[in-house]
């Protein structure tokens, strides 16, 4: 059979859920017992909240799934959300803008066209906002998070790749560029695009020179920004900035939180504007995050600080090693020798007192065979119940639902 | 030489309109004459009268790049605007360009009246302002505002006369024309040039991989190489009127859009005895801003396709198209503010569910029966895609691919479509088609659409109901 399945989709089987599920509850877990709240924003938005100057860029936007509703006439599209930072924002400024901190997180999906089909065009992210505070310590903050969270999950040698949105603006400034030559050389650059930046010939040597330190030199410590800060040719626009990625860097170094200093690690959005930060596990990019403290003014709030990132789940699946056999394998198939109407009530109140006392259990009335630990076979005859331990290969009969219980619980 | 035996079958699809006459030069210059290839044939399957392998269709320029890219046809010609309106949108059509073919030059700009103050580009991408733009063109509009970082932006896609939208009713229009001058004759200004065009020959990737058409290829190649190329002095005659007008802001105004095309005879011999006097609405010299005898209504002639859209967004208040029109849009906007306030009686149609004469299908059920066994999904060709999907999903059929056509429909049957959703006068084309009726889902006249919020508002009230009344009159009157 052809599989009528959308191209681009994924159906995520049990085992996939599971993993899922275990990766979300991890995560939950750690962002509740750091303070922060759980929201959901809709699937659809408004495609205007994405189009604004220094959200998405234009290639972005090209892949976005947008369309007319059912009271479109206007011409006013909607799109499946193709982000999960930019809704948060919208969300933070219709609800809660009176909040000086907002810490909220979620669990999204995100969609975005990709050619091939053969990537998820929808792919789900675990994402964390810190609305509302402009401090070093806040990025630190989400960066260990992060790092929790990760580490929970068992994901050895994660990579932290750092950047700084804020110095590459600075820098581009610098080649003195028209302004819409600006942006196009930007969204360039975010597109993955570094090339284009070294292709640039300024005018100013010095400042060719600055930007090829930058993009070639890869930094281990907050020393290595200090000593680009010591350069005579730093022009005084860009201090600012490296001033702010430096702080963060040290306040990294003395919690001993190991990373790399790589400028060329920011992509895709617009919207930062500081720290940018990529997880990276197994040569794989796992999540990413950063400041963005233009974005809500921009699209309609007041001015406010913020900095977030998000977990990708669909590359974090495949690295999560398989559970330990789930815990579902000690539960139990009821079943009855004879379907008479009598034995499948019986049956139906076995399950259920079973499940009262913590098993999960199974009901089966035709006769298949099952990997579950125990079998508990309804008769039509005395003895009523028969309890089979599949693991080791043992029967014993029980005379009442209670008995049967205590022998499922002797065997354990 | 290749003798016969060792070529390929080959499909060239061919455009009407604008770049027929040109064309038809360029194929007979280089011995790839057909005959019938001419303005305004009835034929649209075209045999080559020297290459009995290759044979032709005729298509509107529009569908050309589609109708490669998914593989019916091997070849064709069109301009390379619609190939990019295409791109645009689908950037991985299995599509070559394999040839300029230089003639039909021109350029898609992104025009402004000059009678609005929109002065620079710069000004688009700020405030909170959401830009209405009129186009042929949706794809690339889209791709256009995206790139100029508009921030707020409403694509009105039209069928035709984008350029008459400016200034009362439509901020920016994304529109070919020759030059420069073409798009201040018509009194807007250039803001960008979006790309400049040119006739070009395409090729299916996939035939272009996999059959011989070399020889084809061979001629148009000659035929670049000639010294004198007549086809490239072939001026198309582009009957775009260009007219001065002084635009009309006045909120009180009724704004009221008539029909160009088959139903602009029968529309102004209607007004005529409504006793209503246009002047400028006539066959023989059309004004898209004809003057009315009652100063308090301004009137534009726009395609009927596009009225409900228009008039639901308030860009008109009155409008006269079919009611085939009106349907399509309320089968795509059920909530749409549009309603029909008098049937005009005239411009009677049926649209109908046509299939070749050679299917033995006699109604929808025997076709899906048909369907079922073939396993690939029904092709349907329609110009109103909006009710030719609710008849697909209101019978249940599971599997069907709509292909959206703008006119000469009949011309998919049954190569390159199975059914087709047309409106017919007689059925008499049909039947010289060899098509028939397999089923009727309604019956169309011209009626008079508003908008249900306008025909409310204050200001305009007691105009719009005393127009509305004599329409009515009228219509009582035949």
């Known amino acids: 059979m052809t599989s009528q399945k959308c191209k681009g989709a994924r159906d995520l089987l ?33 495609m205007y909240l994405f189009t604004a100057a220094g959200t998405l860029t234009p290639n972005m936007l090209s892949k976005v799934y947008s369309f007319l509703d059912w009271d479109g006439w206007s011409g006013e599209r909607v799109v499946l959300r193709p982000d999960g930072t930019i809704p948060i924002a919208r969300l933070y400024i219709e609800n809660l803008s009176q909040q000086e901190i907002a810490r909220l997180f979620y669990v999204t999906n995100v969609f975005a066209f990709e050619e091939t089909g053969k990537e998820n065009r929808e792919r789900w992210q675990c994402g964390v906002e810190l609305i509302g505070s402009d401090k070093p310590a806040s990025d630190a903050e989400l960066i260990l998070l992060a790092i929790e969270i990760l580490r929970s999950l068992n994901i ?49 040597s010095d400042i060719g020179r600055l930007i090829s ?58 919207y930062y504007t500081g720290l940018c930060f990529q997880f990276s596990a197994k040569g794989e990019k796992i999540g990413s995050g950063g400041r963005y403290d233009n974005l809500i003014p921009l699209i309609g709030g007041k001015s406010t600080p913020a900095c977030g990132f998000a977990l990708y789940v669909d590359p974090i699946i495949n690295l999560i090693q398989p559970q330990a056999k789930r815990k579902a394998g000690q539960g139990i198939l009821v079943k009855c020798d004879k379907t008479t109407p009598d034995s499948i009530k019986t049956s139906f109140q076995l399950a259920q007192s079973l499940r009262q006392a913590g098993y999960a259990t199974e009901l089966d009335f035709s006769g298949r065979q099952s990997d579950w630990r125990w079998i508990i076979t309804v008769q039509e005859k005395p003895p009523p119940f028969l309890v089979i331990d599949q693991a080791q290969n043992q029967k014993k009969e029980a005379s009442s639902i209670a008995d049967a219980i205590k022998t499922v619980g002797g065997f354990a | 030489m290749l003798t016969e035996g060792q070529l390929d079958y080959v499909r060239i699809a061919l455009p009407k309109g604008r770049l027929l006459p040109a064309t038809a030069c360029l194929l007979k210059e280089t011995e790839l004459e057909f005959k019938d290839y001419t303005q305004g044939t009835r034929a649209y399957r075209l045999k080559s009268t020297k290459l009995p392998y290759l044979s032709a269709k ?96 409403r694509i009105f896609p039209v069928w035709g006369a984008a350029e008459v939208y400016p200034p009362e009713n439509a901020d920016l229009a994304l529109l070919w024309a020759r030059d420069d001058s073409e798009i201040r004759a018509q009194s807007l200004f250039s803001l960008k040039t979006l790309l400049s065009s040119t ?35 072939i001026k198309p005659d582009v009957a775009k009127s260009s007219n001065s007008f002084r635009p009309d802001f006045n909120e009180e105004k009724v704004w009221l859009a008539l029909p160009d095309g088959h139903q602009q005879p029968p529309t102004s011999e209607f007004l005529n005895k409504a006793g209503l006097k246009l002047q400028g609405y006539s066959e023989n010299k059309l004004n898209r801003r004809p003057r009315f005898n009652l100063d308090w209504v301004n009137v534009k002639v726009i395609r009927p396709q596009d009225m409900p859209l228009q008039v639901a967004n308030g860009n008109f208040d009155l409008a006269i198209t079919g009611k085939d029109w009106l349907l399509d849009h309320l089968c795509r906007f059920p909530s749409s503010p549009v309603v029909e306030l008098v049937d005009l009686g005239f411009g009677q149609v049926k649209v109908v569910a046509v299939v070749s004469q050679d299917l033995p299908v006699a109604n929808i059920d025997q076709l899906k029966q ?60 049909l039947a010289k088609h060899n098509l028939k009726i397999m089923d009727t889902l309604f019956q169309s006249t011209a009626c008079l659409i508003g908008n249900r919020n306008s025909v409310e508002s204050l200001p305009k009230k007691e105009k719009i109901a005393s127009l509305v009344e004599s329409f009515r009159q009228a219509a009582e009157a035949n």
């Open chain 2, 199 to 233: 006739a070009f020959l395409i090729a299916n990737q996939e035939s272009w991989q996999a059959k011989n058409f070399s020889q084809v290829i061979a001629y148009f190649s000659q035929g670049l190489e000639m010294k004198a190329k007549p086809w490239l002095k």
């Open chain 1, 213 to 270: 330190l930058f993009l070639n030199l890869r930094g281990k410590t907050s020393g290595f920004l200090e000593n680009l800060k010591a350069l005579p040719q730093i022009p005084v626009t860009l201090k600012p900035a490296l001033d702010n990625f430096s702080e963060i860097a040290s306040l990294l170094d003395a919690l001993s939180c190991n990373y790399q200093i790589d400028i060329t690690s920011t992509r895709g959005f617009e």
């Open chain 1, 156 to 204: 050895s040698d994660v990579q932290i790749q750092l950047s700084h949105a804020g110095v590459l603006k600075a820098l581009l400034k610098e080649l003195k560029l028209k302004p819409d030559e600006e942006i196009r050389l930007l969204d360039q650059v975010f597109d993955g695009n570094w090339q284009v930046l070294t292709e640039t010939k300024p005018s100013n």
């Open chain 2, 370 to 429: 048909v369907q079922d066994v073939n396993l690939s999904p029904l092709r349907v060709a329609s110009e109103y895609v909006n009710i030719a999907d609710k008849y697909l999903h209101d019978n249940h059929v599971s599997q069907y691919k709509l292909i959206p056509t703008w006119g000469a429909s009949e011309a998919f049957l049954p190569e390159d479509a199975d059914l087709l959703i047309e409106n017919t006068q007689t059925g008499k084309t």
């Open chain 2, 58 to 153: 005729i298509f509107q320029e529009k569908d050309i790049p589609i109708q490669v890219a998914v593989g019916n046809y091997d070849l064709g010609i069109c301009s390379l605007d619609w190939i990019e309106e295409l791109l645009a949108k689908y950037p991985a059509s299995a599509l070559i360009k394999v040839a300029d073919l230089e003639y039909s030059k021109g350029n898609l700009y992104l025009a402004a009246s000059r009678y609005r103050n929109i002065s620079s580009l710069q000004e688009l991408s700020t405030g909170q302002y959401s830009w209405r733009i009129v186009t042929e063109y949706p794809n690339l509009a889209e791709i256009a505002a995206l790139n100029l970082r508009l921030r707020r932006f």
């Open chain 1, 14 to 46: 049990p085992k996939d859920t599971e993993a899922f599920r275990y990766i979300e509850d991890v995560f939950r877990r750690s962002c509740l017992s750091w303070g922060y709240q759980e929201v959901r924003t809709p699937t659809l938005e408004y």
